[in-house]
C-alpha cells in the first residue's frame, strides 16, 4: 500500500520495502525543457550536483530523461540519508568552478550515444524534438543559466520523493520554493500518419503514440516477442530485436521497436516487421502466449525491485498531473486483458506509426506516407551557386536562408531558427522548429565573410552556439579548377612561307638524290659507258641533294624551337 504525505515540503511516496532501504528524488524537467540552443542543460545541473558528493561507495546515480531528472539510491539509512541531502545542497549552491570539467565529460559521453531521428522527425526542433538531438548547447550554458535553471526547476513543488522502506531518522531536504512545470507542449511536423522516413543503414526503427493503460503496456511484450521469433528464430535475419513502452505524458505512451539487418537483409527485415505488426492489427496473438507473457508480467510486479519502479512511476504520474492508480488496480487491468483488447492497441499503434527505413528504402507500398523532409518554398536574396554540385545553390536573404536543389527546397526563417552552430572558418548551420537545417559552407558556395557577418547580426545571440575549430580533414575544400590548355601557336606569314621553302628544298634534294641513283644504276648495268664523267656527274648530284636535304633538317628544327630539358 502507497502512503502519500509531505517531507520538508516535497511531496512524498512512501511504500513497504522488502529488501534494503531505497529512495529516489524525481523532478519534472528534462531535455524536452530546454531551448535547443541550451541543450544539456539539464543533464550538466544533474552532473553538478553530484560532484560534491565524491566517491558513491553505496548504490546511487541519477538520470536525466526526456521529462525527468531523477535522483536515486539503495543503501543503509545513513547512506541514504547523506546522498540526498549532499544532492538537495548542491542543488541550492552548484559547483559552477566544475563546469568545464562536467562539459568536456558531458561532451565525451554523447560521443558515443546515437540521437534519435524518430523524436525529431516527429516533433521538430523544440519541446519532445529538441531530446533527439546531441548536446549542441552545452558551449552556450552560462553560469547564469545554471543558477537560473537549478533555482526554477530544482524546486519542491516541482519534485516528488518516493521511499521504498521506513523514512530514515534525520532525513531533512532542504529545496528551493518555486512552481510546478508542466509536460512541455506537443508539438508534430507530421501531417498525416502512419508516415516513415529514411535515415541511416543497418537497422529499421519505430515509434508509435498509444493510450496510457496495462494493456499497452502488454501489447509492447506481445509485439517484441513476436518480432523476436519472427525475425530471428525462424528467419534468421536479425539478431537486435526489442521493444519498449515508456509513458509520454498524462494520457499517451510511447511503444518504440527496433530490428537490425544487414544490408542484403534489409529488405526481408522490413517485410518481416510489417508482417507483424500486420498480424497482430488482424488480432493474430496465440491466446497461450498471451497468457505466459501475463504471467511473466505479474511476476514481476512481485519482485522486491518492483516496489522502486511502481514508486517512480507513480512519482512521474504525480508531476504529470495523472491521478494515482493503486498497484491492485493495475493488476486488475492487466489480468482483464484479452486478445481483443491487443488488437485494439495494435489499432492505436500503426494509426500513428512513424517508421524508420534505411536509407534507399521505401515504406509507401505498405500505406505509409513519405514524411515531409522539404519547405514549401525558398526565402528571396542573394543567391550563391555550389562549386561542386550543378543546380544546387543558398539563397542568403534578410529573413532566412534557403538550400535550393533538383530535389527540393529546405528553408530556415530567422524568427523560427532555433540553433545557429557557428565554426570559426566561417561555416554556420541554422536549425528551424521543424527540424529543417541548413548548412552554410564558404568553400562549397563562396559566400563572403561579410555576408556571413550579416547573418550573424539577424540571428540572436542567446541562439547561437560557437563550435571548436574543425581539423582541416573536416572542412569542405574549394574544388581544384582544371589546368589551362596549352595556347595555340598561330601560324604567321613568315612560318607559312618557311615551310614552303623548306619543302621546295626537300623536293630538290630527292630529285637529285634519284638522279644520283640513276646514274650509279646505269654504270653498274652498261660497262661501255664513259664512266670518268658519269661518275663526276653523279657525284654533282649526291653533293647537291645533301646540301638541300641538310637544310631541310636544319629548317625543321628551327620551326620547332628548343628542345624542354627534362
Given at each position: 500500500?502507497?502512503?502519500?504525505?509531505?517531507?520538508?515540503?516535497?511531496?512524498t511516496?512512501?511504500?513497504?520495502?522488502?529488501?534494503?532501504?531505497?529512495?529516489?528524488?524525481?523532478?519534472?524537467?528534462?531535455?524536452?525543457?530546454?531551448?535547443?540552443?541550451?541543450?544539456?542543460?539539464?543533464?550538466?545541473?544533474?552532473?553538478?550536483?553530484?560532484?560534491?558528493?565524491?566517491?558513491?561507495?553505496?548504490?546511487?546515480?541519477?538520470?536525466?530523461?526526456?521529462?525527468?531528472?531523477?535522483?536515486?539510491?539503495?543503501?543503509?539509512?545513513?547512506?541514504?540519508?547523506?546522498?540526498?541531502?549532499?544532492?538537495?545542497?548542491?542543488?541550492r549552491?552548484?559547483?559552477?568552478?566544475?563546469?568545464?570539467?562536467?562539459?568536456?565529460?558531458?561532451?565525451?559521453?554523447?560521443?558515443?550515444?546515437?540521437?534519435?531521428?524518430?523524436?525529431?522527425?516527429?516533433?521538430?526542433?523544440?519541446?519532445?524534438g529538441?531530446?533527439?538531438?546531441?548536446?549542441?548547447?552545452l558551449?552556450?550554458?552560462?553560469d547564469?543559466?545554471?543558477?537560473?535553471?537549478?533555482?526554477?526547476?530544482?524546486?519542491?513543488?516541482?519534485?516528488?520523493?518516493?521511499i521504498?522502506?521506513?523514512?530514515?531518522?534525520?532525513?531533512?531536504?532542504?529545496?528551493?520554493?518555486?512552481?510546478?512545470?508542466p509536460?512541455?507542449?506537443?508539438?508534430?511536423?507530421?501531417?498525416?500518419?502512419?508516415?516513415?522516413?529514411?535515415?541511416?543503414?543497418?537497422?529499421?526503427?519505430?515509434?508509435?503514440?498509444?493510450?496510457?493503460?496495462?494493456?499497452?503496456?502488454?501489447?509492447?511484450?506481445?509485439?517484441?516477442?513476436?518480432?523476436?521469433?519472427?525475425?530471428?528464430?525462424?528467419?534468421?535475419?536479425?539478431?537486435?530485436?526489442?521493444?519498449?513502452?515508456?509513458?509520454r505524458?498524462?494520457?499517451?505512451?510511447?511503444?518504440?521497436?527496433?530490428?537490425?539487418?544487414?544490408?542484403?537483409?534489409?529488405?526481408?527485415?522490413?517485410?518481416?516487421?510489417l508482417?507483424?505488426?500486420?498480424?497482430?492489427?488482424?488480432?493474430?496473438v496465440d491466446?497461450?502466449?498471451?497468457?505466459?507473457?501475463?504471467?511473466?508480467?505479474?511476476?514481476?510486479?512481485?519482485?522486491?525491485?518492483?516496489?522502486?519502479?511502481?514508486?517512480?512511476?507513480?512519482?512521474?504520474?504525480?508531476?504529470?498531473?495523472?491521478?494515482?492508480?493503486a498497484?491492485?488496480?493495475?493488476?486488475?487491468?492487466l489480468?482483464?486483458?484479452?486478445?481483443?483488447?491487443?488488437?485494439?492497441?495494435?489499432?492505436?499503434?500503426?494509426?500513428?506509426?512513424?517508421?524508420?527505413?534505411?536509407?534507399g528504402?521505401?515504406?509507401?507500398?505498405?500505406?505509409?506516407?513519405?514524411?515531409?523532409?522539404?519547405?514549401?518554398?525558398?526565402?528571396?536574396g542573394?543567391?550563391?551557386?555550389?562549386?561542386?554540385?550543378?543546380?544546387?545553390?543558398?539563397?542568403?536573404?534578410?529573413?532566412?536562408?534557403?538550400?535550393?536543389?533538383?530535389?527540393?527546397?529546405?528553408?530556415?526563417?530567422?524568427?523560427?531558427?532555433?540553433?545557429?552552430?557557428?565554426?570559426?572558418?566561417?561555416?554556420?548551420?541554422?536549425?528551424?522548429?521543424?527540424g529543417?537545417?541548413?548548412?552554410?559552407?564558404?568553400?562549397?558556395?563562396?559566400?563572403?565573410?561579410?555576408?556571413?557577418?550579416?547573418?550573424?547580426?539577424?540571428?540572436?545571440?542567446?541562439?547561437?552556439?560557437?563550435?571548436?575549430?574543425?581539423?582541416?580533414?573536416?572542412?569542405?575544400?574549394?574544388?581544384?579548377?582544371?589546368?589551362?590548355?596549352?595556347?595555340?601557336?598561330?601560324?604567321?606569314?613568315?612560318?607559312?612561307?618557311?615551310?614552303?621553302?623548306?619543302?621546295?628544298?626537300?623536293?630538290?634534294?630527292?630529285?637529285?638524290?634519284?638522279?644520283?641513283?640513276?646514274s650509279?644504276?646505269?654504270?653498274?648495268?652498261?660497262?661501255?659507258?664513259?664512266?670518268?664523267?658519269?661518275?663526276?656527274?653523279?657525284?654533282?648530284?649526291?653533293?647537291?641533294?645533301?646540301?638541300?636535304?641538310?637544310?631541310?633538317?636544319v629548317?625543321?628544327?628551327?620551326?620547332?624551337?628548343?628542345?624542354?630539358?627534362?
Open positions: 500500500m502507497i502512503k502519500e504525505t509531505e517531507i520538508s515540503g516535497i511531496r511516496l512512501i511504500a513497504p520495502g522488502n529488501g534494503p532501504l531505497a529512495a529516489g528524488l524525481v523532478f519534472r524537467v528534462g531535455c524536452a525543457d530546454e531551448p535547443l540552443s541550451r541543450r544539456g542543460l539539464t543533464h550538466l545541473v544533474e552532473h553538478l550536483a553530484l560532484h560534491r558528493h565524491g566517491l558513491i561507495e553505496h548504490d546511487a546515480n541519477a538520470a536525466t530523461g526526456i521529462t525527468t531528472t531523477h535522483f536515486y539510491t539503495s543503501g543503509s539509512e545513513q547512506a541514504v540519508v547523506s546522498y540526498l541531502t549532499s544532492v538537495c545542497d548542491s542543488l549552491d552548484l559547483p559552477l568552478e566544475r563546469m568545464a570539467a562536467e562539459k568536456t565529460i558531458l561532451r565525451t559521453e554523447q560521443a558515443n550515444r546515437p540521437h534519435d531521428p524518430l523524436l525529431v522527425w516527429r516533433y521538430g526542433a523544440v519541446g519532445f529538441a531530446a533527439g538531438y546531441p548536446e549542441w548547447g558551449e552556450l550554458i552560462t547564469d543559466d545554471v543558477r537560473e535553471w537549478a533555482a526554477t526547476r530544482f524546486t519542491r513543488e516541482n519534485a516528488v520523493l518516493w521504498a522502506g521506513d523514512v530514515p531518522a534525520g532525513l531533512e531536504l532542504t529545496l528551493p520554493s518555486g512552481a510546478a512545470h509536460v512541455p507542449a506537443i508539438t508534430s511536423t507530421l501531417p498525416s500518419t502512419p508516415a516513415y522516413f529514411a535515415e541511416g543503414s543497418g537497422k529499421i526503427m519505430l515509434s508509435a503514440i498509444v493510450e496510457r493503460s496495462a494493456r499497452a503496456s502488454l501489447f509492447s511484450m506481445v509485439l517484441e516477442r513476436a518480432l523476436f521469433r519472427a525475425l530471428r528464430t525462424e528467419d534468421g535475419n536479425s539478431y537486435a530485436v526489442a521493444a519498449a513502452y515508456v509513458p505524458d498524462d494520457e499517451f505512451a510511447t511503444i518504440t521497436a527496433l530490428a537490425d539487418a544487414l544490408p542484403e537483409k534489409q529488405d526481408a527485415v522490413l517485410g518481416g516487421l508482417d507483424v505488426l500486420t498480424a497482430l492489427r488482424l488480432g493474430r491466446a497461450d502466449e498471451l497468457e505466459t507473457l501475463r504471467d511473466k508480467a505479474e511476476t514481476y510486479l512481485q519482485r522486491p525491485e518492483a516496489v522502486a519502479a511502481m514508486l517512480f512511476t507513480e512519482a512521474v504520474d504525480i508531476l504529470y498531473g495523472r491521478p494515482r492508480r498497484l491492485a488496480d493495475f493488476s486488475a487491468e489480468a482483464a486483458v484479452t486478445v481483443e483488447d491487443l488488437r485494439e492497441v495494435a489499432v492505436q499503434a500503426m494509426d500513428t506509426m512513424l517508421l524508420q527505413v534505411p536509407r528504402e521505401r515504406a509507401d507500398w505498405a500505406g505509409f506516407a513519405e514524411a515531409p523532409m522539404w519547405s514549401e518554398q525558398a526565402t528571396t542573394g543567391e550563391f551557386p555550389s562549386l561542386q554540385k550543378k543546380d544546387f545553390k543558398l539563397i542568403l536573404g534578410y529573413e532566412g536562408v534557403s538550400m535550393v536543389s533538383p530535389h527540393g527546397v529546405l528553408t530556415v526563417l530567422y524568427a523560427e531558427c532555433v540553433l545557429m552552430q557557428c565554426w570559426p572558418d566561417g561555416a554556420r548551420r541554422l536549425i528551424g522548429a521543424d529543417v537545417s541548413v548548412s552554410i559552407e564558404p568553400n562549397v558556395y563562396d559566400v563572403p565573410a561579410d555576408t556571413i557577418a550579416g547573418i550573424d547580426e539577424l540571428v540572436p545571440d542567446e541562439r547561437k552556439a560557437w563550435q571548436p575549430a574543425r581539423s582541416p580533414d573536416r572542412i569542405p575544400q574549394r574544388p581544384v579548377p582544371p589546368p589551362p590548355a596549352p595556347a595555340a601557336v598561330p601560324r604567321t606569314p613568315v612560318v607559312r612561307r618557311s615551310r614552303m621553302i623548306l619543302l621546295a628544298f626537300g623536293a630538290l634534294a630527292v630529285l637529285c638524290l634519284l638522279l644520283a641513283a640513276g650509279l644504276v646505269d654504270m653498274l648495268t652498261n660497262p661501255d659507258i664513259e664512266s670518268t664523267r658519269l661518275w663526276w656527274l653523279t657525284l654533282v648530284f649526291i653533293w647537291i641533294g645533301g646540301y638541300f636535304l641538310i637544310r631541310v633538317v629548317g625543321l628544327r628551327s620551326l620547332r624551337g628548343p628542345r624542354r630539358k627534362p
